[in-house]
């Protein structure tokens, strides 16, 4: 029996995309074997670098409910083996500090406290894992505007202040009263945001209660359970930025801070008060401790 060249034709083009469509799936199964053994790669570096202990946007959410949820990761089976889509450790990045201080009637130092506070961090082994956003003279946009745009880790604000209100800065190039913030419209703001700071630091008189009831919005706040010196409030923040840029955990900072202020003959070493969740350990919280195989990220 003869075969046509026609025939001929159509089974040469039936075999050359049957071979087409094997090479295809060659460099799939190849590519999916490339990215096993990349996440695989991944995986055993985010181990060994220990960054599950850092409480970034990426690894600690808070949703409105005030409820921690833990990074998670999806996964989906490849040839019979588990391949995770997502890594439950986040990336790592420098921990952006928003400082506002405000002092309306003139008689609060708190520039030369943000400028202390620069010149600790500047002085630290992780100096280059900070970024600092400061504003001496705090306006309630300051506030607004550093948390959608900065989008800090940390919020520091150095000033006045009761149990149940802050005292911001007015636009104003002179000497004034102030813009009273209650801590209800404080707590507000930053639950606003869709990534709420990690730790609250109120370095100003009294401010111990608002802290506290704070934790729900962030899972770490500081606050003084009494009035504060201007030399006790700045030795504090100095000592204690400069002890978090060392690698320290967020207990040793606040411990050592108040040591500061004891072994330096002040008076006040016994306010700073440390708040945090009840399933979060502040001792084991690293907020400044970089892995040793990356670069800062900016």
């Not at 400082?99 to 100096?127: C, N």
């Not at 913030?181 to 009294?206: G, H, I, K």
């Not at 802290?211 to 204690?240: C, H, N, Q």
Request: glycine residues 8%; contains cysteine.
């Amino acid at each position: 029996m003869s075969i046509s060249p026609e025939s001929v034709a159509h089974h040469e083009a039936r075999a050359d995309l049957a071979a087409h469509s094997a090479g295809l799936w060659t460099a799939k199964a190849a590519g999916l074997g490339g990215e096993v053994l990349e996440i695989k790669a991944r995986l055993a570096v985010a181990e060994a670098s220990g960054r599950t202990e850092f409480p970034s946007h990426a690894g600690y959410g808070h949703g409105r409910e005030g409820k921690a949820s833990q990074g998670h990761s999806s996964a989906t089976e490849v040839g019979g083996n588990t391949v995770f889509q997502e890594l439950p450790t986040p990336k790592p990045e420098k921990l952006r500090l928003l400082m506002l201080g405000a002092g309306p009637e003139g008689e609060l130092r708190v520039a030369r406290e943000q400028s202390r506070i620069h010149a600790a961090v500047r002085d630290a082994t992780h100096r280059d894992w900070v970024e600092m956003d400061p504003h001496p003279a705090a306006t309630t946009d300051h506030l607004l505007t550093g948390l959608t745009r900065f989008r800090p880790h940390v919020v520091h604000f150095s000033g006045h202040s009761t149990e149940d209100l802050l005292v911001f800065e007015k636009d104003l190039d002179r000497r004034h009263h102030g813009a009273v913030v209650t801590a209800e419209a404080f707590a507000r703001a930053l639950a606003a945001v869709d990534e709420p700071p990690v730790l609250v630091v109120l370095n100003s008189c009294a401010s111990a209660a608002q802290a506290e009831k704070l934790i729900g919005t962030v899972p770490f706040a500081i606050g003084m359970s009494a009035s504060i010196g201007d030399m006790d409030a700045i030795a504090y923040a100095a000592r204690f930025y400069a002890t978090l840029c060392e690698g320290q955990s967020l207990r040793a900072a606040n411990a050592v801070a108040k040591s500061a202020i004891e072994l330096a003959g002040l008076t006040h070493h016994d306010l700073p008060t440390l708040f945090h969740a009840p399933d979060v350990n502040p001792a084991g919280i690293h907020l400044v401790k970089p892995p040793a195989e990356h670069s800062p990220v900016s």
